[in-house]
């Protein structure tokens, strides 16, 4: 890829005056964000499931997001978003929701044992996706991009932009 910017290094990769978002990690981001979407809407579908809709199912079984709150903050979307996505799993007889003793506001979710078994083919499913997309990748280069998507996120912490 010919990128203008390439020369540059550290904070001042980028110029403003000469931005080209097709030189953009962001737009490089979204865009294997959106491949790997698309692969797993494909996949998905075997489990009567969309390629996001696997992730609160996830969340429940391994991560203990037992509320619509947890779920929705793990998964880094808004309380509405989460809780039409839990209605549509519901539907599909995938979860269930009961109040909570102590506190009758809180409702908890719970994953049915059709929806444990669902959870149980997920692994699978994602390693099958992610070693396609990484098919032409060398061991050590998953292991460098995996190390970069990590010091990349972790500078979201480190400072002001």
């Known amino acids: 890829m010919d990128n203008p910017q390439a020369q540059r290094t550290g904070a001042n990769f980028y110029d403003g005056r000469r931005f080209d978002s097709k030189c953009s990690v962001g737009y490089w981001i979204k865009q294997a964000y959106q491949a790997l979407q698309r692969s797993l809407d494909a996949r998905m579908h075997q489990l009567d499931l969309t390629g996001m809709q696997w992730g609160p199912l996830w969340l429940i079984a ?5 509320t619509v709150a947890a779920c929705a903050r793990e998964a880094g979307i808004d309380a509405g978003a989460m809780t039409r996505m839990l209605d549509r799993l519901e539907a599909k007889g995938l979860l269930t929701r ?8 809180v409702v908890h979710l719970a994953l049915t044992e059709r929806g444990r078994e669902v959870v149980e083919q997920i692994p699978p499913i994602l390693a099958e996706v ?13 292991l460098q991009l995996l190390d970069l998507l990590q010091r990349f996120t972790h500078n979201e912490h480190s400072g002001d932009a």
């Open 62 to 66: 391994h991560r203990g997001a037992d």
């Open 98 to 105: 009961c109040r909570g003793t102590e506190d009758r506001r």
């Open 130 to 142: 992610l070693n396609w997309h990484l098919r032409d990748f060398s061991a050590d280069e998953v």
